[in-house]
């Protein structure tokens, strides 16, 4: 249960739980939320792709945990494991440092893979009946005070 605010549509951040056949949205709001965390009110999308990875690794690798057919994080961590050689083991924040430097074009596609769908459909109940397009539109002006604005290759936090 999230705390109520007068200020801010906690019931929309409730929502976007709703229906989740996928861990992408779980992995994609911790992530977010470390990087605010850090003082980081933009946020460039390969942080937050390689955050979700780096925060799903130990997990996936170590206790074998499978999130179901549909959610391809699973995958990812799989493909980037036999492409960069990192330890099953390794801490969170170096797989993340890595995933950061990494230059090797399979890794990179499937941090980016998450581009496809995370970003625009988590703000979906701040624009119910949008597209993608209309929801990057429409989040650049943080209309219904949604969590943060849209850009191909970055995200601003609402400042409110």
Same mark, same amino acid.
């Given at each position: ?9 906690? !019931? #929309?951040? +409730?929502?976007?739980?709703? @229906?989740?056949?996928? *861990?992408?949205? %779980? ?6 939320? $470390? ?11 390969? !942080? #937050?792709? +390689?955050?979700?990875?780096? @925060?799903?690794?130990? *997990?996936?690798? %170590? ?6 057919? $549909? ?90």
């Amino acid at each position: 249960m999230l705390p109520k605010s007068n200020d801010l549509p906690i !019931n #929309l951040l +409730a929502a976007c739980f709703n @229906n989740t056949s996928a *861990t992408y949205k %779980y992995y994609w709001l911790l992530s977010i939320l $470390q990087e605010v965390e850090n003082g980081n009110l933009t946020v460039s999308k390969r !942080n #937050l792709f +390689a955050r979700m990875i780096s @925060n799903a690794w130990f *997990t996936v690798n %170590y206790f074998h945990v499978s999130f179901g057919k $549909q959610d391809l994080i699973q995958d990812a961590i799989q493909i980037v494991n036999q492409v960069e050689s990192i330890p099953i083991d390794e801490k969170l924040n170096s797989v993340f440092q890595k995933l950061l430097a990494t230059k090797n074009s399979t890794t990179e596609r499937q941090l980016w893979h998450f581009n496809k769908n995370v970003p625009h459909w988590f703000l979906s109940p701040w624009f119910p009946s949008m597209g993608r397009y209309d929801i990057y539109l429409a989040s650049k002006s943080f209309s219904e005070k949604c969590l943060y604005a849209l850009y191909e290759d970055k995200i601003e936090i609402n400042p409110e």
